[in-house]
């Protein structure tokens, strides 16, 4: 069941994504968050550092899960997903090193290690979920195709992905071409999931979401399914819904 709020601009909509994940933060202090990467969450965790230093809500029994990571990045890699989400959540929050877990995209063994970051997932399920979609309709790195039943796994990534996720490097020929993540029933284990999605080119995969045939060539599509989606939108990523 889709919960949908459309707001004029980016930092309207990072603001309500925030009293989402406050709320989930205040009524449960040891609260399991799914947390994901991208420009969608930049303003939700911006302003979750911001309560954090002048109001002191504590972080410090919250256990968190990121979605996804790039294979062959090394962790110190300006563009990892550890880096990212050190640098804009982490770093200046109280939450303990012990109860943050990324995938890790150098594991020696990636499929052994997806196996045993799906059995962490699977007992510590998801209070609420962090979620952007991509342009194609992917959620985390579950792209077109990818099997509603997926758990933890590596992925190719598709050319739009990876088209996408360009801006961010100096070259297309940068951008990795594998990533693991969680998989679908990661993501529908999920109590609450918070779906932010904002500018034009996110249209088409919003309303493939909320209005499109169910199916796994669109994978958010999947989340019609799910008894609780809060969806937070700019008026460019809602007009076409």
């Given at each position: 069941?889709?919960?949908?709020?459309?707001?004029?601009?980016?930092?309207?909509?990072?603001?309500k994504?925030?009293?989402?994940?406050?709320?989930?933060?205040?009524?449960?202090?040891?609260?399991?968050?799914?947390?994901?990467?991208?420009?969608?969450?930049?303003?939700?965790?911006?302003?979750?550092?911001?309560?954090?230093?002048?109001?002191?809500?504590?972080?410090?029994?919250?256990?968190?899960?990121?979605?996804?990571?790039?294979?062959?990045?090394?962790?110190?890699?300006?563009?990892?997903?550890?880096?990212?989400?050190?640098?804009?959540?982490?770093?200046?929050?109280?939450?303990?090193?012990?109860?943050?877990?990324?995938?890790?995209?150098?594991?020696?063994?990636?499929?052994?290690?997806?196996?045993?970051?799906?059995?962490?997932?699977?007992m510590?399920?998801?209070?609420?979920?962090?979620?952007?979609?991509?342009?194609?309709?992917?959620?985390?790195?579950?792209?077109?195709?990818?099997?509603?039943?997926?758990?933890?796994?590596?992925?190719?990534?598709?050319?739009?992905?990876?088209?996408?996720?360009?801006?961010?490097?100096?070259?297309?020929?940068?951008?990795?071409?594998?990533?693991?993540?969680?998989?679908?029933?990661?993501?529908m284990r999920?109590?609450?999931?918070?779906?932010?999605?904002?500018?034009?080119?996110?249209?088409?995969?919003?309303?493939?979401?909320?209005?499109?045939?169910?199916?796994?060539?669109?994978?958010?599509?999947?989340?019609?399914?799910?008894?609780?989606?809060?969806?937070?939108?700019?008026?460019?990523?809602?007009?076409?819904?």
């Open positions: 069941m889709f919960e949908i709020y459309v707001y004029e601009n980016y930092e309207e909509v990072s603001q994504a925030f009293e989402v994940m406050k709320k989930i933060v205040s009524e449960k202090p040891n609260a399991v968050l799914g947390l994901a990467t991208g420009s969608s969450p930049v303003g939700l965790y911006k302003k979750m550092v911001e309560d954090h230093q002048k109001n002191g809500t504590s972080y410090a029994d919250i256990v968190s899960y990121n979605l996804d990571e790039y294979i062959g990045l090394p962790v110190t890699h300006s563009q990892s997903y550890s880096t990212f989400m050190h640098e804009n959540l982490f770093d200046a929050i109280d939450i303990k090193k012990d109860n943050i877990h990324l995938p890790s995209g150098v594991s020696s063994n990636l499929e052994k290690h997806a196996a045993a970051y799906e059995e962490e997932l699977e510590n399920p998801q209070d609420i979920q962090v979620l952007g979609v991509g342009s194609n309709g992917h959620i985390g790195f579950n792209e077109p195709g990818s099997s509603f039943d997926s758990v933890t796994h590596v992925v190719t990534l598709k050319h739009q992905t990876r088209l996408d996720n360009a801006r961010f490097f100096a070259t297309l020929e940068e951008v990795p071409t594998h990533a693991v993540t969680m998989g679908i029933q990661d993501i999920a109590k609450t999931i918070l779906m932010v999605a904002t500018s034009l080119k996110k249209a088409d995969a919003v309303y493939g979401m909320i209005k499109g045939e169910i199916t796994e060539n669109v994978p958010a599509s999947i989340l019609q399914k799910h008894p609780h989606v809060i969806v937070v939108l700019d008026k460019a990523a809602a007009s076409e819904i």
